[in-house]
């Protein structure tokens, strides 16, 4: 194994068992590790202090698999797939939903693995040199852990780039059509959430398919929208529209820039016999769209903002906190006096601190006053190591305005 000889001092994050090791703490190494392969972790004092993956080509150079001085093989991982299966089991997620997340990359001990399930199929998402040169041996170890047979890998996120990694979408064990025999359309099925169903398209759905993180927030929703009318930002495929609707909308409109994910919100919504007639599907520029109805004197009693990310980094946090700025004073404007505002941000390079300091800044700016009603996170299938708080990338805040 190749060993990685840290500079003075670089250890000190690894002491307190942060996983990362980036390309400006390495000394020196022995030998050139292959990508992915494992190397073993030394202070410069050459003390042993981790066995990690290593990524030749990314900033972020090694990603500690143990701390311990132990092998790094197919039972050290079945070991890790195993305890993040059983916390879930713990969660009975199952009780609400046929849909959520297994495996959590560095949360669970596994930098780079991301595993979802939809039903009984699992899909896999190999984010980093480590967990793809493992990935062979994890998709063994998912189908003897959980005993499904389906393994669909959507390693398609740009992130990848910065391992040196090509895009990898496909069937990576078992078969999707065997689930679907003749039906043509083996990538859409149904999940269901809350007693709520979701069409999902595992092959072209954002993420692995979804956006499973939102589960108990879309709820959140649900619980209060009786009786209103609801403007959806950033819609996607109706997760926060279907909700509301659920819950007793008076109305919903809906806006999004893809004509696509309207289509499935609309699909979403006939497949839970929801009133269309209440639903209206926008599809734009929310930017544009906000200050238009603005300009229009429109306003609402709740508005859903749920944009994508905007800063995937701290490097981009400056230019993401205008954004967020811009939609969420806009929001502000558009309700009604005691109307809610249900606003996330699932980037990385904000702080759930620095998000609430912005809304904060919104409401100031635009007027008027607003009381924090919940303060949100992903769900608990997206458990966050006080290690690794990164791992806390989803934050979300319902606000009532005065
Ligand atoms: N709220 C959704 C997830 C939103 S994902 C859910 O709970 O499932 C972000 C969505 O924003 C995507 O569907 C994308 O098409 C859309 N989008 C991105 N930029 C946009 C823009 N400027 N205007 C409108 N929609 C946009």
Redesign the pocket.
């Known amino acids: 194994m190749a060993t990685v000889l840290l500079k003075p001092g670089r250890e000190k994050s690894l002491l307190r068992r942060h996983p990362w090791i980036f390309s400006g703490a390495v000394q020196q190494l022995d030998e050139e590790p292959v990508s992915g392969g494992t190397v073993e972790l030394l202070s410069s004092t050459r003390e042993f202090l981790a066995r990690a993956s290593y990524s030749p080509s990314s900033q972020i150079r090694a990603r500690v698999w143990t701390f311990e001085d132990e092998p790094v093989d197919k039972e050290f991982f079945r070991k890790r797939i195993r305890s993040a299966i059983d916390a879930r089991q713990r969660l009975k997620i199952e009780h609400h939903s046929n849909a959520s997340r297994l495996i959590y990359a560095e949360s669970d001990g596994i930098p780079g693995l991301i595993v979802d399930r939809y039903g009984n199929v699992l899909v896999l998402q190999s984010l980093t040199a480590g967990s793809e040169f493992w990935k062979e041996t994890l998709a063994d170890l998912l189908l003897e852990e959980t005993g499904l047979s389906t393994i669909y890998e959507r390693s398609d996120a740009d992130v990848r780039e910065l391992e040196g990694l090509e895009p990898k979408v496909g069937t990576l064990r078992g078969s999707l059509s065997s689930l679907r025999p003749g039906s043509g359309q083996a990538f859409v099925f149904p999940i269901t959430e809350h007693s709520l169903e979701f069409k999902i398209n595992l092959q072209s759905g ?1 993420k692995t398919g ?2 499973l993180d ?1 589960r108990k ?2 709820l959140r929703v649900r619980e209060l929208a009786q009786d209103k009318d609801v403007l ?10 279907v909700n509301a609707l659920a819950g007793g909308a008076k109305s919903v409109l809906s ?4 004509a696509d ?1 309207l289509a499935l919100c609309k699909e979403n919504i006939a497949l839970n016999s929801l009133d269309e007639t209440r639903h209206t599907a926008l ?7 906000l200050r238009k109805f603005r300009d229009e004197n429109r306003s609402f009693d709740m508005i ?1 903002l ?3 990310k905007f800063a995937p980094t701290a490097a981009f946090a400056e230019k993401a906190a205008r954004g967020y700025k811009d939609i969420n004073l806009l929001g502000f404007k558009l309700l009604k006096p005691g109307g809610f505002l249900c606003t ?1 941000s ?1 980037s990385g390079g904000i702080s759930a601190d620095l998000f609430q300091k912005i809304i904060a800044g919104a409401a100031l700016d635009a007027g008027v006053d607003a009381q924090i009603v919940h303060q949100l996170h992903a769900s608990a299938d997206h458990p966050v190591l006080l290690s690794f708080p990164e791992g806390a990338y989803l934050k979300g805040l319902v606000l009532r305005v005065a």
């Open positions: 954002h979804s956006y939102q927030n879309r959806d930002c950033f819609c996607y495929t109706g997760g926060f529209t806006i999004d820039s893809s994910a599809e734009g520029d929310v930017f544009q769209i859903i749920d944009p994508p996330y699932c």
